[in-house]
C-alpha cells in the first residue's frame, strides 16, 4: 500500500466515523426548550464538535490500523472479493506472476 492510498483509507474511514459519531449525545433546541425565532426545532443547540471530532479521529486511527495491516499483510486481496469472477481466476494470475 503506497502513501496515498493509505491518507485515502484513513480519510474515508475518518468521515464515516464521523458522521456516525454526529449525532450521538446531540442536545437539539427543542430538547433543551430554548428554540431561536426561524430555527427548526431540531437545529443542534451543543453540538460539540471539536469533541466529537478528537473522538472520531481516535477511533479512526485504530480501525485504520487493522484495516491497513490487513491490506499489507495480505490476508484478504480484491481477488478474495471478487465472487463474480471478473477479474479471471486465481490460477490464471499466479502462473503470470511467475
Known amino acids: 500500500m503506497g502513501v496515498t492510498s493509505a491518507l485515502v483509507l484513513f480519510a474515508v474511514i ?9 449525532p ?3 442536545q437539539t433546541q427543542g430538547d433543551v426548550g430554548n428554540v431561536v425565532p426561524g430555527t427548526h426545532a431540531g437545529s443542534p443547540e451543543n453540538h460539540s464538535l471539536k469533541k ?4 472520531t479521529t481516535a477511533i479512526s486511527v485504530v ?3 487493522i484495516i ?3 491490506i ?3 490476508k484478504i486481496s480484491v481477488r478474495d ?3 463474480f469472477d471478473r477479474m479471471g481466476g486465481a490460477s490464471q494470475s499466479r502462473e503470470t506472476d511467475g
Not at 14 to 20: P, V
Open 14 to 22: 475518518w468521515f464515516m466515523t464521523f458522521l456516525i459519531v454526529i
Open 24 to 26: 450521538i449525545r446531540l
Open 52 to 55: 466529537k471530532a478528537w473522538i
Open 63 to 65: 480501525l485504520w490500523c
Open 68 to 70: 491497513a495491516g490487513t
Open 72 to 74: 499489507i499483510s495480505g
Open 81 to 83: 472479493l471478487d465472487w
